[in-house]
C-alpha cells in the first residue's frame, strides 16, 4: 500500500508525513514540483486526485488547517508569493504556479485570493473525504495529540507505544524554514489566540459565511483535563482494607505519554548518585522536606553508599530523600498541575469523600530515591486526603518492592484504631511493619489511589524503597488536602502500645 498526502501549504504535512514514518509506514515526501508519492501534496488539480482516489494501491490523508489561522500563516512563511497583504487578509492575493499546483503543464501563474483558494481544496477534500482510502484530518488534532482517527485508517492500535513514537517526533520543530514551530509553541499559540484580536466581527462574518461546508471534527482540546473530573466522580470507593479510590488509566494515554517522555522528568540512566543530584537539580528539581527522609544530599549520599541501616528510633530502619518538582517547561504539563490544583479538582475531591471542613490543595511532582522508608501509619490529624499518582517511565518498576502499601492491623493490635478513634486529642503514629499485613500494592503505572485519613478503619499505608535509582527513579504526582484550621493533638509514638 502507497499512501498520499495532500494539504496547503502552512497546514502541517511535514510534521504528519514524518509522524507517518514514525509509525511504519513508508512515505516520501519530495519538495519538488514534480509530486510527492504520486501527486505533489498541495495539489489543487481536482481530476489528477479523484483519479488517484480511484487507484486501489493508494491511501489518501487530507490534512487541513483552520481558515482563521491559514490566512494569517501566510504573513509568516509566505509560500504562495503574496505580493500584497490585504487589510481583509483572506482577500490577498496568491501567485500560483501552474506547473506546480498542476492545473495544466504550461507555464504561467494562477491568482486567485486566499479564501478562494481554501475553498478549492476544501471542495476537492469533502468529494472524497469519506471513501474508504481516504481521511481528512485537521492540524488542530495533531497539535492537540488526537490520533484516533488516523491510527483506525492505518489499522494501527491506539496505544501508550504508538503515542510515544509521535511525541518523539513533534517535540521538535519539522523543518527549518519558514519560522516553524514546535508542538509546544503552537499549543501555546492556539491556546492564546483570539480571533478579534486579528479579525474584525465582520471579517469574521464573512469568512463563516463564505468557507463552504468547513471540516468540522469535534476536536479534542489537548489542554482539557475535565475527562479526570468524571473518573472521580464515577469510581467505586473500594472498602477493604480501608475506603479508598483506585483509579486506573487515570491520565489519558496523551498526558501519561507527554510525561513519560519529558526529559526534564525521565533522563537517561546515570552511573553515579552525584550525576542523578546534579542532572535533577539542573531540571528545577529541589530538595523537599518529606517524612522518612533527610533534607541533606551529603548526608544522604553518605547514607546509602555505607551499607549500613540508618540509626532511629522509629519503627523504621532506611532514611531516603524526596525531590520535587517546580518549574515545568513543558506547558500541558504544567497545565496539568495547575487544573490539579485548581478550584474544580480540589471541589470535586471534597465532594467525593463528603468533606465540607476548608481545606488548601496541594499537587506535585516528586521522585523518591532509594532508601525512602515510611513504616505503616493512618496520616496525621491534620491531613484531610491524600491521593498518589504513579507516573514511571519503566515498567520495571512495577514489579520491585518501590510502591505504596496498603495495610490491616493483625488481630492482636487492632486495639491501637480503637484507642485511635476514642481519643481524638493524641496523633496518629507510625508502626512496626511486623504489626500488620499488606492487603494491596500500589504497583500500576498511571493508577491514581485517593483515600480520607481515618481511624477505624485505620487508612494504614506504607512504604520502602530498595531499588537502583541510577537507572530510574520512582515517580509520582503526590498531593494532600490539608485542613485550614486543623486540630492540635499531642504527639504519640509506636512504644506507647507496647
Given at each position: ?13 511535514n ?9 511504519g ?5 519530495k ?12 495539489n ?17 490523508i487530507?490534512?487541513l488547517?483552520?481558515?482563521?489561522f491559514?490566512?494569517?500563516s501566510h504573513?509568516?512563511a509566505?509560500?504562495l ?7 481583509d487578509?483572506y482577500?490577498s ?7 506546480t499546483i ?11 485570493t486566499?479564501?478562494?483558494?481554501y ?6 477534500y ?22 484516533r482517527?488516523?491510527?483506525k485508517?492505518?489499522k494501527?492500535?491506539?496505544s501508550?507505544?504508538n ?28 491556546t ?6 486579528f ?5 469574521t ?5 463564505n468557507i ?24 467505586e470507593?473500594?472498602?477493604y ?14 498526558h501519561?505519554?507527554l ?12 552511573t ?9 537539580v539542573e531540571?528545577g528539581?529541589?530538595i523537599?522536606?518529606f517524612?522518612?527522609c ?22 523504621v530502619?532506611?532514611?531516603g530523600?524526596t ?19 485548581g478550584n474544580e ?5 471534597k ?6 471542613e ?23 490529624r ?8 504513579n ?9 520491585l518492592d518501590c ?21 481524638k ?5 507510625w ?11 500500589m504497583s ?7 483515600f ?6 485505620p487508612t494504614?499505608?506504607a512504604?520502602?524503597?530498595?531499588y537502583?535509582h541510577l ?14 484550621h486543623p486540630?492540635h493533638?499531642k ?8
Amino acid at each position: 500500500m502507497k499512501y498520499q498526502i495532500l494539504s496547503p501549504h502552512n497546514s502541517g504535512s511535514n510534521i504528519l508525513s514524518k509522524i507517518i514514518n514514525k509509525l511504519g509506514f513508508n512515505i516520501n515526501i519530495k519538495s519538488a514540483s514534480k509530486g510527492s508519492t504520486y501527486l505533489w501534496k498541495h495539489n489543487i488539480n481536482e481530476e489528477e486526485i479523484l483519479k488517484l482516489q480511484k487507484n486501489s494501491d493508494y491511501k489518501i490523508i487530507m490534512l487541513l488547517r483552520n481558515p482563521f489561522f491559514w490566512f494569517l500563516s501566510h504573513k509568516k512563511a509566505n509560500y504562495l508569493n503574496i505580493k500584497d497583504f490585504k487589510n481583509d487578509i483572506y482577500m490577498s492575493n496568491c501567485n500560483i504556479s501552474k506547473k506546480t499546483i498542476f492545473e495544466n503543464n504550461k507555464d504561467g501563474n494562477i491568482q486567485m485570493t486566499l479564501i478562494e483558494l481554501y475553498n478549492k481544496y476544501l471542495t476537492i477534500y469533502n468529494k472524497i473525504k469519506d471513501k474508504d482510502n481516504c481521511l481528512l484530518i485537521s492540524y488542530e488534532e495533531i497539535i492537540n495529540l488526537d490520533f484516533r482517527k488516523l491510527f483506525k485508517f492505518l489499522k494501527i492500535e491506539y496505544s501508550h507505544d504508538n503515542i510515544s513514537k509521535i511525541i518523539k517526533v513533534i517535540q521538535y520543530k519539522q523543518k527549518n524554514h519558514g519560522s516553524p514551530r514546535n508542538i509546544y509553541e503552537a499549543i501555546d499559540y492556539y491556546t492564546n489566540f483570539v480571533v478579534n484580536d486579528f479579525y474584525t466581527p465582520s471579517q469574521t462574518t464573512y469568512i463563516k459565511n463564505n468557507i463552504k461546508n468547513i471540516y468540522n471534527n469535534n476536536l479534542k482540546n489537548i489542554m482539557d483535563f475535565s475527562y479526570i473530573i468524571e473518573k472521580i466522580k464515577n469510581a467505586e470507593i473500594i472498602h477493604y482494607p480501608f475506603p479508598h479510590l483506585d483509579i486506573t488509566n487515570f491520565l489519558s494515554k496523551e498526558h501519561l505519554q507527554l510525561i513519560i517522555n519529558e526529559k526534564q522528568i525521565h533522563f537517561e540512566e546515570k552511573t553515579t548518585n552525584d550525576e542523578v543530584y546534579k542532572e535533577l537539580v539542573e531540571n528545577g528539581w529541589k530538595i523537599q522536606g518529606f517524612p522518612g527522609c533527610t533534607s541533606n544530599w551529603n548526608d544522604y549520599k553518605k547514607y546509602i553508599e555505607s551499607g549500613k541501616k540508618y540509626s532511629s528510633e522509629g519503627p523504621v530502619e532506611n532514611i531516603g530523600i524526596t525531590f520535587r518538582l517546580h518549574n515545568y517547561k513543558n506547558k500541558i504539563i504544567k497545565k496539568l498541575l495547575e487544573f490539579m490544583n485548581g478550584n474544580e479538582f480540589h471541589k470535586t475531591l471534597k465532594e467525593k469523600f463528603n468533606i465540607n471542613e476548608k481545606t488548601n490543595i496541594i499537587s506535585a511532582i516528586q521522585k523518591n530515591l532509594t532508601g525512602y522508608e515510611i513504616s505503616p501509619h493512618p496520616d496525621i490529624r491534620q491531613k484531610c486526603l491524600t491521593y498518589l499518582l504513579n507516573i514511571n517511565n519503566n515498567s520495571e518498576i512495577e514489579n520491585l518492592d518501590c510502591n505504596t502499601h496498603l495495610l490491616e492491623f493483625k488481630d492482636k493490635y487492632k486495639y491501637i484504631q480503637e484507642y485511635w478513634e476514642k481519643n481524638k486529642d493524641v496523633n496518629r503514629c507510625w508502626v512496626p511493619w511486623e504489626w500488620c499485613n499488606t492487603i494491596k500494592k500500589m504497583s500500576e503505572n498511571n493508577s491514581m489511589v485517593i483515600f480520607h485519613p481515618d481511624n477505624n478503619p485505620p487508612t494504614l499505608h506504607a512504604i520502602r524503597l530498595n531499588y537502583n535509582h541510577l537507572k530510574y527513579q520512582r515517580t509520582q504526582i503526590y498531593g494532600n488536602l490539608m485542613y485550614k484550621h486543623p486540630p492540635h493533638p499531642k504527639n504519640s509514638n509506636y512504644k506507647d502500645f507496647i
